[in-house]
C-alpha cells in the first residue's frame, strides 16, 4: 500500500448501488493515483477490501471500487479575469447612475410632502398678517380654538364610534392624562411663539424659532433612541446655513424693522414655543408610529378645544368683541382654519415617512414661501440671497434624507413595552447587553452602507 502516489478521502455513493460480489481487486501499477473509500458507519459489517482500489474500469459501479470518472462536476463555477467580459470589467458608475442612486422615488416624494406642509404654513401666516394689520383682530386663541373644534369633530367622533381597544373611552381609559399634557403643551407653543412677535423683531423670531431642531435631535436621541450618521449632522447645518441667509438678506432688504418693545421677553417666549414644538412633535412622531394618526389627532382635538376653551375666556374675551366682523374676515378665519386643519392632518402622514426632525427642517422654507407671496401682496423687497437660502435649504434636506437613521433598541429599555400585559420578564445574565438596531428609511439600505453596532 506504500507503493501509491498519493490517497484521497472521498465519501462513497448512497448504498442501493453497492457491489454485491466479493472485493478481490488489486491495484494496477503503483504509478497510478489511489483513492481511499471511507464508508459510512451504516456500511460497517459488510465485506470490504483491504487493498486499495485501482483506478480504472475494474471497479466501475461499485462504491469501494469506483472510478472517479462518475464524480460528478461541481456546479459552482469561479468568475475570473478571464471569462469576464471586457466591459464589465471596464464599467464604472456614470453621473446619471449616481443621481439615480441618490433621488430615489421615496426621497422626491418626501421631499415633495414636506413643501406641502410649509406651502400650508405659508397660508396661515399670509391669512394671519392680513387679520391682524388689516382688520386689527389680534386673536392667536381664537384661531388655534377654531382648528382644534375641527379635530375634534372629524377625529374625536371617529374614535367614539369605533369599537373595541380603538374607542375614545377604551383610549382614554389607558392614556388620558398624557393626552392631557401633550394637549396642553401644543396649545401654549402655539401661543407663545404668535404672542412673541408683540415684543421682539421679526429676524429674532426666524432665528430663535430654529431651535426646535436641535431640541428635536436631542429628544429623538434619548427617548426614541434614534441614532444619526454624520451625513445628518451636515444636512442640518447645511439648512441652517440656508435660514441665517435668508435672515440676512431680511437685514439687507430692510425687513428685519418691527416691534421691539421688550426684545429680552419676546426672544424667550419664542425660545420657551421652539422647546415645546420640539417635545410636541417628538411624541407626535412616537404616537404616529406605534399607535395610530386618528387616536393622536382624535386626543389633541379633545383636550386641545376643551383647554384652548378655557384659555380664549379667561385672557382674549375681550379681544374678541373688538373684532369689526363682516364676511371679509369671515372669510379670513375661514382660510385660517383651513391651511391649520390641513397642516394637522396631513403632518402626522409625512411624519410617519420620514421623521419629526426632517419635517422641521423641510418647514424652514416656509418663511421663503411667504417672502415670495409678499414681493407681489405687500410689496416686498427682492433679494436674491432668498433664492440662494432657499436652495441652500432644499440641499441640506436632500442630505439629510438621502441616508437613513436608525433606532437602537436596548432590551432593557424595551422589556415592559413589549409585554405590556403580562408581569416582568427577567432577561437572564449572560453577559452584556448589546441593543439590537432597526434601520429607519425613506428606501432600503444599500449594500455598502456597514451595520451599525451600538455599544
Not at 372629524?154 to 374614535?159: N, Q
Not at 386643519?341 to 418663511?367: C, E, H, I, Q, W
Not at 438621502?402 to 413589549?418: E, G
Request: aromatic fraction near 10%.
Amino acid at each position: 500500500m506504500g507503493t501509491s502516489a498519493h490517497s484521497e478521502q472521498v465519501l462513497a455513493p448512497p448504498p442501493q448501488t453497492l457491489c454485491q460480489h466479493s472485493l478481490s481487486l488489486s491495484p494496477s501499477s503503483p504509478s497510478q493515483s489511489s483513492v481511499r473509500v471511507q464508508a459510512p458507519a451504516a456500511w460497517r459489517g459488510r465485506t470490504q477490501c483491504n487493498l486499495l482500489p485501482t483506478i480504472g474500469v475494474h471497479g466501475a459501479g461499485c462504491p469501494l471500487h469506483f472510478n472517479p470518472a462518475m464524480i460528478p462536476e461541481q456546479r459552482n463555477h469561479v468568475a475570473t479575469i478571464e471569462n469576464i467580459p471586457a466591459e464589465a470589467i471596464n464599467a464604472s458608475p456614470t453621473l446619471l447612475h449616481r443621481i439615480r442612486k441618490v433621488f430615489t422615488r421615496e426621497l422626491l416624494v418626501s421631499l415633495a410632502l414636506g413643501q406641502v406642509l410649509s406651502l400650508l404654513i405659508c397660508g396661515i401666516g399670509l391669512t394671519s398678517k392680513y387679520l391682524v394689520e388689516d382688520f386689527h383682530a389680534n386673536t392667536p386663541v381664537f384661531q388655534s380654538f377654531l382648528n382644534y373644534i375641527l379635530l375634534f369633530l372629524v377625529y374625536t367622533t371617529t374614535l367614539a364610534v369605533r369599537q373595541g381597544e380603538e374607542n375614545l373611552l377604551a383610549i382614554l381609559k389607558r392614556r388620558w392624562w398624557k393626552y392631557m399634557i401633550l394637549g396642553v403643551i401644543d396649545i401654549e407653543a402655539n401661543y407663545l411663539v404668535i404672542k412673541a412677535y408683540q415684543y421682539t423683531t421679526l429676524t429674532s423670531v426666524q432665528l430663535l424659532d430654529c431651535f426646535v431642531i436641535p431640541v428635536v435631535l436631542l429628544l429623538s436621541w434619548f427617548f426614541l433612541l434614534v441614532r444619526y450618521k454624520a451625513l445628518h449632522f451636515i444636512g442640518v447645518g447645511v439648512c441652517l446655513l440656508g435660514m441665517g441667509c435668508m435672515v440676512g438678506a431680511d437685514v439687507l432688504v430692510g425687513r428685519h424693522q418691527g416691534a421691539g418693545d421688550n426684545k429680552l421677553l419676546g426672544d424667550l417666549l419664542v425660545l420657551a414655543g421652539a422647546t415645546l414644538y420640539g417635545i410636541s412633535n417628538v411624541c407626535e412622531e412616537f404616537i404616529v408610529k406605534n399607535l395610530s394618526r386618528v387616536e393622536f389627532l382624535g386626543m389633541i382635538g379633545l383636550f386641545g378645544s376643551f383647554f384652548s376653551g378655557i384659555q380664549l375666556a379667561i385672557i382674549e374675551h375681550k379681544e374678541l368683541l373688538k373684532v369689526p366682523w363682516d364676511w371679509q374676515i369671515g372669510l379670513l378665519y375661514v382660510g385660517f382654519s383651513a391651511c391649520m386643519f390641513g397642516l394637522y392632518s396631513f403632518m402626522p402622514v409625512v411624519m410617519k415617512r420620514s421623521s419629526a426632525t426632517a419635517v422641521n427642517l423641510s418647514l424652514l422654507t416656509a418663511d421663503i414661501y411667504s417672502l415670495f407671496c409678499g414681493l407681489f401682496l405687500f410689496h416686498y423687497k427682492f433679494s436674491g440671497l432668498y433664492l440662494l437660502s432657499f436652495f441652500t435649504i432644499i440641499l441640506g434636506l436632500i442630505f439629510y434624507s438621502s441616508t437613513s437613521t436608525y433606532v437602537a433598541q436596548d432590551p432593557r429599555v424595551y422589556k415592559q413595552f413589549r409585554n405590556p400585559a403580562g408581569p416582568a420578564v427577567e432577561i437572564p445574565n449572560t453577559g452584556q447587553l448589546e441593543p439590537s438596531v432597526t434601520y429607519s428609511s425613506l428606501g432600503q439600505e444599500t449594500e455598502e452602507e456597514a451595520h451599525v453596532r451600538v455599544p
